[in-house]
């Protein structure tokens, strides 16, 4: 339920309760107006006619709501249903995720609702004109958003959009992951052993984590220091039942009685909030993998479409190279609690996926754009990132003898080795071209895809 209000229900509920409310408010005005004996409307309550005709303009226009909405969100869903269908399920959530489509649902449901809120309120003493006129201005309104709903729907379900969508979200989330790396530190203390590991009792997914329940039960455990707390289950980590949560270290020498160490156990397993599904509010991880899952199925054989997959490659750069530009995550050096980040991680997975099913596909403009990828991020990369890059393009190399030497790779992988030659990777540089020579060597020969690079063999 809670999830449920945070992913969508909570914006189409203030939608029909303030459409409840200005039901309330416009009745309260009409029944004194009924009640004076006055006409302060004029023409407004002439046009509108009696309680008869108010009655029947009234049903008319709640069941053209209802059917008008009811075939409208079936064609939606219709829609939604084939592009996850051409995509992923990742789709869905997209959808849902909108502030837009959260107000759409929000705004037919609670029309509907003040329709029939005033069709109750007519009878002889009492003339809803307000009222009427209000649901006549708010039909109008729904009407002409129709054109638009459909319009956003469609291009919602636009391979680009939704990964322009998911980008979008990991920003937000790697800040709020960034700010709850600030109160942690990266690193163990040296002088510490392990104490003992805190254990899951439950199953699911770690969707936040106390940081001040933490702070809070090592503090009254031993207030002198003594304890640290490594985080081994970060947020979005899947933990089954009696997985590894956190594991407690105490200083050398000191020691913590049984009764202390349960019930510090206990304050800490407390402090993990488990779900049954991984946040993308607050888990940027989730979305690369959401973009890894679109990438790898557009681009192996299932789908054979290297759009989408162009669009995942693109944005991952970008991705990747906000992060480089925004430096490591901050940590508080005389903080209890370690937690490693693994943001920078899980993009260059992301980024590895794509490269290695593009083999499978014999997807050259992939393959080429993850190579490209790699020697445009590599200037602005940390030491530690280089290595990383560096790795995976020793690791890509395997997969070069699945395709053809075509203009578009031959000259991303030159770009690739100039790249790396001057991040003083130089032996990963000749790597990069012993294998552009030996793949070149194919070039004019008719190989089948097992045998195409020189020096392979099928087996």
């Known amino acids: 339920g809670k999830r449920a209000f945070g992913e969508f229900l909570a914006l189409p509920v203030l939608v029909v309760a303030g459409v409840i409310g200005l039901a309330v408010a416009l009745y309260i005005a009409d029944d004194t107006w009924s009640q004076g004996g006055n006409d302060p409307y004029g023409w407004l309550s002439r046009l509108l006619g009696d309680a008869g005709s108010l009655g029947s303009l009234l049903s008319t226009v709640a069941s053209s709501i209802i059917t008008v909405t009811s075939i409208t969100f079936s064609l939606l869903l219709i829609a939604l249903q084939q592009g996850s269908s051409a995509l992923t399920a990742q789709v869905t959530d997209q959808f849902l995720m909108r502030r ?23 009878s002889s003493v009492h003339l809803p004109v307000l009222g009427t006129a209000a649901a006549l201005l708010l039909t109008a309104v729904a009407l002409c958003m129709i054109v638009v709903m459909i319009y956003n729907t469609i291009d919602q379900m636009r391979p680009a959009q939704i990964v322009r969508a998911i980008r979008g979200h990991i920003v937000r989330a790697r800040q709020r992951e960034r700010d709850f790396l600030a109160g942690t530190r990266r690193t163990p203390r040296a002088g510490f052993e392990l104490l003992t590991v805190v254990e899951s009792e439950e199953s699911g997914h770690v969707a936040r984590i106390d940081l001040d329940a933490l702070r809070k039960a090592l503090g009254q455990a031993r207030p002198e220091g003594d304890l640290e707390i490594e985080i081994g289950a970060t947020p979005g980590c899947f933990v089954a039942y009696r997985d590894p949560l956190a594991r407690l270290r ?11 160490r349960d019930r510090l156990v206990e304050a800490v397993r407390g402090a993990f909030k488990l779900e049954d599904g991984r946040d993308l509010t607050c888990d940027p991880s989730y979305g690369l993998t959401q973009l890894a899952t679109i990438g790898w199925r557009s681009v192996s054989t299932a789908k054979s479409n290297p759009s989408p997959g162009l669009a995942v490659v693109e944005t991952l750069r970008d991705i990747i190279a906000r992060w480089l530009a925004d430096g490591p995550a901050e940590e508080d050096p005389d903080s209890p609690i370690v937690c490693a980040d693994g943001a920078m991680v899980a993009a260059l997975d992301a980024l590895e996926l794509i490269g290695l099913v593009a083999s499978e596909s014999i997807q050259s403009q ?8 790699v020697a445009m991020l590599l200037p602005s990369a940390s030491a530690e990132t280089v290595t990383a890059l560096a790795s995976l393009v020793r690791r890509s190399l395997s997969a070069l003898g699945e395709h053809v030497p075509t203009r578009e790779l031959m000259s991303a992988l030159e770009m690739l080795e100039a790249a790396l030659a001057t991040a003083g990777l130089g032996g990963c540089a000749e790597d990069v071209g012993a294998a552009r020579c030996d793949f070149a060597l194919c070039v004019g020969q008719l190989n089948s895809r097992s045998t195409r690079v020189p020096g392979t063999k099928q087996t």
Do not use: P
């Open 250 to 260: 105490i200083r050398a020498g000191e020691k913590l009685d049984s009764v202390g």
């Open 366 to 373: 992939t393959i080429s754009s993850v190579l490209r990828s």
């Open 100 to 122: 837009a489509n959260q107000f759409y649902f929000g705004y037919f449901v609670g029309l509907s609702i003040y329709v029939l809120m005033t069709l109750v309120t007519v």
